[in-house]
């Protein structure tokens, strides 16, 4: 199976601030892969696909970018609605596999 | 409007069977492939499966040889059965469409004596 590893698990951070989440996939995965967003109690809320294209109703605030096997999901200008427990999803191949998921928090 | 929704028992057995179903509306199944997805505290966020819009299906090895899905059409639902439950198994399980772009609320599990 494709590992993701994901980075970091914990990202403290400030209001306004430029906010970078990592993934890094064991193989090659192409374009193929999704980040989502998760609040306590909520199911995943799809926010990139294809690594780099915003789904329906995301904010601009929000994008997706690829430097060979590593993946990047950005939040410029960080608002206290994105604190959150983000994941990557790669889906180049099966079973699609998730990242163990980044925990945004108010510093 | 896109909607799902996953009913399920709440608390099951060790060794019994697991069976949720996943009612959805303002699509068809015959058109899109309907995915399961668990989370659990130990492995988080982990794919099981997903009955394509055809009606085959495919299994995440892990479970494979305890999980099965199916469905009916006609009612616009979605099954999940998995059989010799353990406590490991205990999280939330989610049906998602197709490219997880919808997901239902998700239903808890607890598998416990």
Not at chain 1, 45 to 71: C, E, H, K, Q, W
Not at chain 2, 95 to 110: D, I, K, N, P, S
Request: glycine residues 10%.
């Amino acid at each position: 199976d494709i590992q993701m590893t994901q980075s970091p698990s914990s990202l403290p951070a400030s209001l306004g601030d430029r906010v970078t989440i990592t993934c890094r996939a064991s193989q090659d995965i192409g374009n193929y892969l999704r980040w989502f967003q998760q609040k306590p109690g909520k199911s995943p809320r799809l926010m990139i696909y294809g690594a780099t294209n915003l789904a329906n109703g995301v904010p601009s605030r929000f994008s997706g970018s690829r430097s060979g096997s590593d993946y990047s999901l950005t939040i410029n200008s960080l608002e206290s609605e994105d604190m959150a427990i983000y994941y990557c999803l790669q889906h180049n191949e099966y079973p699609p596999t998730f990242g163990a998921g980044t925990k945004l928090e108010l510093k | 409007q896109v909607q799902l929704k996953e009913t399920g028992p709440g608390l099951v057995q060790p060794t019994q069977t697991l069976s949720i179903t996943c009612t959805v509306s303002g699509f068809s199944l015959t058109s899109y492939y309907m995915q399961w997805v668990r989370q659990t505290p130990g492995k988080g966020l982990e794919w099981m499966g997903f009955i394509r819009s055809g009606g085959s299906t495919e299994y995440n090895s892990e479970f494979k040889s305890r999980l099965s899905i199916s469905r009916d059409t006609s009612k616009n639902q979605v099954f999940l059965k998995m059989n010799s439950l353990k406590t490991e198994d205990t999280g939330v399980y989610y049906c998602a469409r197709e490219r997880f772009a919808y997901w239902g609320q998700g239903t808890l599990v607890t598998v416990s004596s």
